[in-house]
């Protein structure tokens, strides 16, 4: 108990704000939108909480742990990035181009569970975009304020992911085709920041 009262005694309303309004945008639900719905026309059946709960414990746990496991591993945050920018790419391009890169036809009978955590919660959520953030702000803001934050991202999340269907039966499909590519020419431009931003860190380029 004494240790709990330590930990809430660091929690600071302005930081949690603050850290809230910066790691929300970098989450970015809102933007993913179009993701989610690409994903449920293929059949794939979103768990919300489940994409939720396992972004929490994914930033969470790279909250903790993300430079030690790392360096443990002998890679840098900026490779980290790059792989993961590599990813949001081709997903950006399956938004954009109207094609298939990621096959889920051989996980039919597990994709329900499978989904929530790849690539919805990792990397699309709780990916090197998120990581990088925490890692850059956990110098200026203490980690209860982080890890409140932190649910506060999430609890949006989960706003956002059940009101998906209610966005594909009211808005229609024009609308939506249209945002979809809206946002999947978006997603590409940050996949390609979060990429060569980090080649340049990688070979000096800057």
Same mark, same amino acid.
């Given at each position: 108990?004494?240790a709990?009262r330590?930990? !809430?005694?660091?929690v600071?309303?302005?930081?949690? !704000?603050?850290?809230f309004?910066?790691?929300?945008?970098?989450?970015?639900p809102?933007?993913?939108?179009?993701?989610?719905?690409s994903?449920?026309?293929? %059949?794939? @059946?979103?768990?919300a909480?489940?994409?939720?709960?396992?972004?929490?414990?994914i930033?969470?746990?790279?909250?903790f742990?993300g430079?030690w496991?790392?360096?443990?591993?002998?890679?840098?945050?900026?490779?980290?990035?790059?792989a993961?920018?590599?990813?949001?790419?081709?997903?950006?391009?399956?938004?954009?181009?109207?094609v298939t890169i990621f096959q889920?036809?051989k996980?039919?009978?597990e994709?329900?569970?499978?989904?929530?955590?790849v690539?919805?919660?990792?990397?699309?959520?709780? %990916?090197?975009?998120?990581?990088?953030?925490?890692?850059a702000i956990?110098?200026?803001?203490?980690?209860?304020?982080?890890?409140?934050?932190l649910?506060l991202?999430? !609890?949006?999340?989960?706003?956002?992911?059940?009101?998906?269907?209610?966005?594909?039966?009211? !808005?229609?499909q024009?609308?939506?085709?249209?945002?979809?590519?809206?946002? %999947?020419?978006?997603?590409?431009?940050?996949a390609? @920041?979060?990429?060569?931003?980090n080649?340049?860190?990688v070979?000096?380029?800057?």
């Amino acid at each position: 108990m004494e240790a709990l009262r330590n930990f !809430l005694g660091e929690v600071d309303i302005w930081q949690v !704000l603050s850290s809230f309004i910066f790691m929300i945008a970098i989450i970015d639900p809102f933007g993913n939108i179009p993701i989610t719905i690409s994903m449920q026309k293929k %059949g794939i @059946k979103i768990h919300a909480e489940k994409v939720c709960i396992a972004s929490l414990v994914i930033l969470l746990s790279f909250l903790f742990l993300g430079e030690w496991i790392l360096k443990l591993f002998g890679v840098e945050i900026e490779h980290f990035a790059i792989a993961g920018g590599f990813i949001i790419f081709l997903m950006a391009l399956e938004m954009v181009l109207d094609v298939t890169i990621f096959q889920n036809d051989k996980l039919e009978g597990e994709i329900g569970s499978g989904s929530s955590i790849v690539p919805l919660a990792f990397p699309m959520y709780a %990916g090197p975009g998120a990581f990088t953030a925490l890692l850059a702000i956990t110098a200026e803001y203490s980690v209860a304020s982080l890890c409140i934050s932190l649910f506060l991202c999430m !609890l949006v999340l989960y706003l956002v992911l059940i009101g998906t269907n209610w966005l594909t039966k009211y !808005l229609g499909q024009t609308a939506l085709y249209i945002i979809r590519k809206f946002f %999947g020419i978006i997603v590409l431009a940050i996949a390609c @920041k979060l990429m060569f931003g980090n080649l340049a860190i990688v070979f000096h380029l800057n």
